[in-house]
């Protein structure tokens, strides 16, 4: 009986979303690096840094990555939707969705994904949006968004979840603003799904 749960545990533990630690590609940046050495928690000097958009977006997301995950949920998602919606005077999510550059909704959308990796529904929207709405042909934006779509795909499609991140990898006309000590930490656990 034990040895059932401990196996369920791990099942759940091992995902696109839980299995993608690539802040540490960032631990020279001073917010990473605070993220890192206090996961879970946000204040509103996090807040501030994951808004800023003119803080780069990759490094946004290495924020969230630090701050990480728990297998009880976070209110990090939550948390920063409230902010930015007070920030932006928005009514609802997706109000705010509409005057987010795409940098910063990326950003929300996966923070929301990391906070409740059981249900992505809501962070793929957005991360879908953020897609939509960018100019600047973001690698990371792409690449974040896959892997949100693939957490969603974790249940009913390992080849689909492949496919959807391997389409972002191999996108050759991207313009490349992510790491590549991250981009590679996020493909090495996807790759194990191309049998699929």
Known sequence: MLLACVGTVAAHADSPLTSSDFAHCYNDIDMVAEAIANPGEVNPTVMNYLADKNVPVDERVAVVNAIGWNFNGLTTGDQFGTYLMKRYKAKNMKSLAKKLDAGTLVVCAYAKAMSN?????????????????????SFTIRYIAA???????????????????????????????????????????????AEY
Do not use: H, P
């Not at 059981?118 to 960018?134: G, I, P, Q, S, Y």
């Not at 390992?158 to 972002?168: D, I, K, Q, S």
């Not at 191999?170 to 930490?185: E, K, P, T």
């Open 147 to 193: 892997l949100i779509k693939a957490q969603k795909l974790m249940d009913s499609d390992w080849g689909a979840l492949y496919r959807v991140v391997e389409n972002v990898y191999n996108d050759g006309s991207l313009r490349v603003d992510m790491r590549q000590c991250a981009i590679d930490a996020i493909w090495d656990y996807i790759k194990l799904y």
């Open 117 to 137: 990796y059981f249900n992505v529904d809501e962070a793929v929207e957005l991360a879908e949006m953020a897609v939509k709405k960018d100019r600047t042909n």
